[in-house]
Each structure stands twice: as C-alpha cells, then as structure tokens.
C-alpha cells in the first residue's frame, strides 16, 4: 500500500500547488471580477438565455435542442449532488490559507465542480445543435472551468472531474436520441 500511496499524496500535493497558483491570479482587481462575471453567469444564467434565444430565434425547431439540454443539465444536478454528498470533500480555501476564497460558494464541497460539469454538458449538447456558435460557448465554457480554482473555490482535479462527467453526461444523452 507503500507504493500507492506516494502517487496519490504527490498527486494531491500538485492538485494543491496548482490550485495556489490559480488562486494567485485573483489578486489582480481585473482577473478577479472577469472570472467572477463568468463564475455568476455559470450558475445557469448564461445558459437559460442561451435556450431562450434558441427558442426566440428558431421558434418550435429549437425545442429539440433546449430540451436537450435541460434533460442532460438535469442529469447533471442529480449526479453532481450526489458526489458530492458522499465524497464531502472541503473547498480548497477552508482547508489551505495560502488559498483565498474571492468568489461565492453554492453549498460547502468542492467535488466535482459542477459548474463546470454543467458547463460541459452545455457545451457539448448546444454545439451538437448550433455547431456555429463554438466560438462563443467554448471559450465561455472554459473560462467558467478556469473560474473554479482562481477564485479559490475548487481544486483543478474537481473542476477536470466535472468536465469529465459533463462530457460522459453528454456522450450518454446522445444515445438516447
């Protein structure tokens, strides 16, 4: 057991010094409230007048896609909730204090991001129906991710997390259609 666990504490020693350097960056008055903005539009906000312009725009032929992405952001809330739940792990600022919290907390665990799960699965899903709009979602999508740590809430391996089971997500909601 030795030998598992000195990957695993470099890997969480990584995971921490990374997210310090992320955190860092907030201390520019400029980073801290763009990645605040994109933050407070990542609650939902950015995607809910997605799909209303959807429907504004294309009427009932956007039905398809905004329910879409309401069934798999769904999915998403189910899940993350979970994992969260049982995983309970605490943000990094409540356990580091070279970590500063600069940014607005949803509930007190940090594993998987979920705004960057739903970010992803967003993404991914309103991309399949308006593939002309990924100069905008994309770089949305990751400045949501990168909002995470910088301000403090998450570490890197729980925003890579939520991307991860954004896209799984996702890539199973595809199935189904």
């Known amino acids: ?7 695993l504490q470099q890997i969480k020693t990584w995971d921490m010094e990374l997210c310090v350097l992320c955190n ?3 201390r520019s008055f400029t980073v801290r409230n763009l990645f605040r903005l994109a933050s407070r539009l990542g609650d939902g906000v950015f995607w809910y007048v997605l799909m209303i312009t959807f ?3 294309d ?3 956007a039905l398809p896609a905004v329910l879409h992405m309401l069934a798999a952001g769904g999915t998403g809330t189910l899940l993350y909730k979970l994992i969260k739940g ?3 792990r605490p943000r990094p600022f409540n356990v580091y204090p070279a970590i500063q919290c600069v940014g607005k907390t949803l509930d007190q665990f ?3 991001s979920g705004h960057t799960l739903h970010a992803t699965v967003f993404c991914i899903v309103a991309l399949s ?3 002309g709009l990924f100069w905008l979602l994309v770089p949305f999508s990751a400045m949501v991710a990168l909002s995470r740590p910088i301000l403090g809430l998450h570490y890197p391996s729980d925003v890579l997390a939520g991307a991860a089971l954004g896209a799984l997500i996702a890539w ?3 199935q189904f259609i």
Do not use: E, H, I, W
């Open 24 to 26: 860092r960056q907030s």
């Open 59 to 61: 009427g009932y032929d």
């Open 129 to 131: 129906y308006y593939p």
């Open 1 to 7: 057991m030795a030998n598992l666990s000195s990957p």
């Open 110 to 112: 940090s594993f998987p």
């Open 55 to 57: 429907l504004l725009q």
């Open 86 to 88: 049982k995983t309970l």
């Open 172 to 174: 199973v909601s595809f």
